[in-house]
């Protein structure tokens, strides 16, 4: 039997092989790494009214639990009476389910009466801890969307503090009632800047400047709080963009690699691309485990370097006693120079 020709056999390749070439789809392969701008975008913030003597703030308790033996919620009462205001309490502050102050559904009711009375016209939370996330979708924010007022707090209560900016509405990031477990006289700036900042006074501090400081000069939106519940909201309909934003980050009892972590999670996610300046509170870390090998700055160095916008270190704001009022949806600029930061918020 006669073998086909060469020519044959070649053919036949070249058919089998376009056949196979259009049977499926094919799509380009994009070699463009640049990462895309996601998030909350916002065209304007609604400041709520500045407190005026006689108002009603609410305390409620949106997370942990709150113990009345340490008196902290008497001593906060006590402070809004001096300042001239009127405290009130959510019905279920007292309540304890596990480590929350009470369920997911007393927790949320309390915040949503808060909301919807139009004689409150701040709500200071309580303490932070872990739960704030677990109401965040049990609550109908209309009634803040409508008639804005004054959430407060931090760590924990970062989660609604970045709801109320996806509404367009500022928040206080400042010392909450659990501040108040320990007297300190070195406290003072925390309640004086927490006081200036409700009743409506511009915030300016003049700071010694770190030597890992990046110099420059920057005016933008403060956005930002606490860093693990930034990186808990990646990818919600809560995540940030801080294109053009002044980011401000703390945190408090992390691990070195957990930091590393989440900063890498950030920066993946964009947030520290196209800043106008970058605001870096407290970030203590826990040294109970072998070396690290760098520390927090220089972490945060290593996402920044070379963006071209200033960068401040050491900050007084977050977990410390010293827990300066940061307005989160106001405008900040910033000016870093060798010896001295100016923050100013307006």
């Not at 006669?2 to 089998?16: D, E, G």
């Not at 259009?22 to 913030?45: A, C, F, M, W």
Request: aromatic share 10%; proline share 6%.
């Amino acid at each position: 039997m006669q073998k086909p020709p060469v020519t044959y056999w070649v053919i036949s390749i070249i058919l089998l092989f376009f056949t196979a070439c259009g049977s499926e789809k094919h799509y380009p392969v994009s070699q463009n790494l640049t990462r895309k701008t996601i998030g909350i975008k916002i065209d304007s913030i609604n400041v709520p009214p500045y407190l005026k003597k006689g108002d009603t703030v609410a305390i409620v308790a949106p997370a942990g639990y709150v113990s009345d033996e340490n008196h902290y919620i008497e001593r906060a009462d006590s402070l809004l009476k001096a300042w001239g205001l009127v405290p009130v309490h959510g019905k279920n502050l007292f309540a304890k389910h596990y480590q929350f102050a009470g369920t997911d559904e007393q927790r949320a009711a309390d915040l949503q009466r808060a909301l919807d009375d139009p004689s409150i016209k701040a709500i200071w939370a309580a303490r932070g801890g872990y739960g704030s996330v677990r109401i965040l979708d049990k609550i109908d924010w209309e009634s803040l969307k409508k008639h804005p007022k004054w959430l407060i707090g931090f760590s924990d209560i970062t989660v609604l503090s970045i709801k109320a900016y996806s509404l367009g509405i500022a928040s206080i990031h400042g010392i909450m009632p659990i501040s108040l477990t320990h007297p300190n006289p070195d406290r003072k700036p925390a309640i004086v800047t927490l006081k200036n900042l409700v009743f409506g006074r511009k915030l300016k501090f003049a700071i010694p400047s770190d030597s890992l400081n990046i110099p420059g000069t920057a005016e933008g939106t403060v956005v930002g709080g606490n860093l693990s519940l930034l990186v808990s909201l990646l990818g919600s309909d809560l995540q940030l963009d801080t294109t053009g934003k002044i980011l401000f980050l703390e945190d408090v009892g992390e691990y070195p690699y957990a930091y590393d972590r989440m900063l890498y999670a950030l920066a993946r996610a964009g947030y520290f691309d196209n800043l106008a300046g970058l605001i870096v509170g407290n970030m203590s870390i826990k040294t109970d485990n072998e070396p690290f090998g760098e520390t927090v700055e220089e972490m945060i160095l290593k996402h920044v370097k070379g963006k071209n916008y200033p960068v401040v270190f050491h900050f007084p704001a977050g977990h410390v006693v010293k827990n300066y009022a940061v307005p989160i949806g106001k405008t900040a600029k910033i000016t870093v120079k060798k010896k001295k930061t100016i923050v100013e918020f307006r």
